[in-house]
């Protein structure tokens, strides 16, 4: 009986040993599965890290080449002007009128008026002020509408302005930022009624010429008044420049 239970024994023994022998061998897969699941999930990992990484890079940067810098415009030669009187057409609102220029007298304003109007720069603008008391102005061509826009560059000084200050029904004449002589762009106003406009530190306001037909267009237009009623404001309906022509 004794030596039977030894022999159990000695069975028993084996068998422990044969199964922690495999559970080993099961921990140690086991665990090489992790390590190896572990390293996938770490490569996965960096390879997105380094893909997310190039594609920032790529977007916010660009593919490794500097992008020039943008020369800034700059305001027409007054050689454009020509040194003469330009002729013109334009549609006001559905009004058309006819204007003359005058590059012997302001060639910088004139020479700038006469790029833009070739470029058909004023066939996207519309005028976007009219006053109504004392001052008697439509002011027209900003891009932007608002009184802020322009051709992307300024120039100045002022030139041809009256010496008295008074702007007579039918002058045409450049728009500008209060005491700024070198803020004039592409705005400009038409005056439809005799106004006195006060100079101020920059001086007057640069005349480039003056309607030569149909400026009654013009004072129907500014009939119709304001948006607000008030006497300076925006036209209360909107008008748009439409075939302005210069030769």
């Not at 023994?13 to 770490?42: C, H, M, P, W």
């Not at 640069?206 to 036209?235: H, M, Y």
Request: positive net charge; aromatic residues 8%; hydrophobic residues 40%.
């Amino acid at each position: 009986m004794a030596k039977q239970n030894t022999k159990l024994s000695k069975a028993a023994a084996q068998r422990i040993a044969g199964y922690e022998a495999k559970s080993t061998l099961v921990e140690t897969r086991t665990g090489v599965r992790r390590s190896d699941n572990l390293r996938s999930i770490g490569l996965i990992v960096a390879a997105l890290a380094i893909a997310l990484t190039a594609q920032l890079t790529y977007f916010h940067v660009g593919p490794g080449v500097p992008k020039p810098t943008p020369k800034p415009l700059a305001a027409p030669a007054e050689s454009v002007a020509e040194g003469r009187v330009w002729t013109g057409a334009m549609t006001v609102g559905t009004k058309p009128i006819e204007f003359e220029l005058y590059g012997d007298k302001a060639p910088k304003a004139v020479a700038n008026f006469v790029t833009l109007a070739k470029k058909g720069f004023f066939d996207t603008t519309g005028c976007h002020r009219l006053t109504t008391a004392n001052i008697y102005v439509l002011q027209c061509g900003d891009p932007a509408g608002d009184g802020t826009g322009g051709p992307g560059y300024n120039f100045g000084p002022v030139e041809n302005a009256p010496s008295d200050n008074v702007y007579a029904g039918g002058v045409i004449a450049m728009a500008r930022s209060a005491n700024a002589a070198n803020s004039m762009g592409s705005q400009f106003f038409i005056v439809y009624g005799s106004s006195f406009i006060p100079a101020d530190s920059a001086g007057g306001y640069t005349v480039i010429g003056k309607v030569t037909k149909n400026l009654n267009s013009i004072r129907e237009l500014a009939k119709l008044g304001t948006a607000d009623g008030s006497t300076d404001g925006k036209p209360k309906n909107p008008i748009q420049l439409a075939a302005v022509t210069v030769k």
